[in-house]
């Protein structure tokens, strides 16, 4: 199953607060600054998350990664977004 997982990565010395998000897998991965033109106007913390999420599968993972993707809190920092739209096949034991 296809999922990406987000992170908040808070500010240190030396960077801005970012958000992550990386393949499940961690493969593929892009770390967005919350002063991102994109992301930077908006407050609500899980619509950022969903852009940078949307900016990973546009700018580096491609068509087999698009569809309708829903979250999920994993904790306090982490989500995950499994994308609805893959069929998964069932199978009897």
């Known amino acids: 199953m296809q999922t990406i997982i987000t992170k908040y990565l808070p500010a ?12 499940s897998y ?4 892009i770390t967005v600054s919350i002063h ?6 908006i407050s609500d913390d899980l619509r950022r ?3 940078v999420a949307q900016m990973l599968v546009n ?13 999920g809190k994993i904790d306090n920092d982490r989500t995950v977004w ?3 739209a893959v069929r998964v096949r069932a199978f009897e034991v």
């Open 36 to 41: 991102h033109p994109k992301i930077e106007r």
């Open 49 to 51: 998350e969903s852009i």
């Open 82 to 84: 499994t994308n609805t």
């Open 59 to 71: 700018e580096k993972l491609g068509d087999s990664w698009r569809g309708t993707w829903t979250a």
């Open 12 to 23: 240190t010395n030396h960077l801005p607060a970012r958000i992550k998000a990386q393949t």
């Open 26 to 29: 961690g493969k593929r991965s």
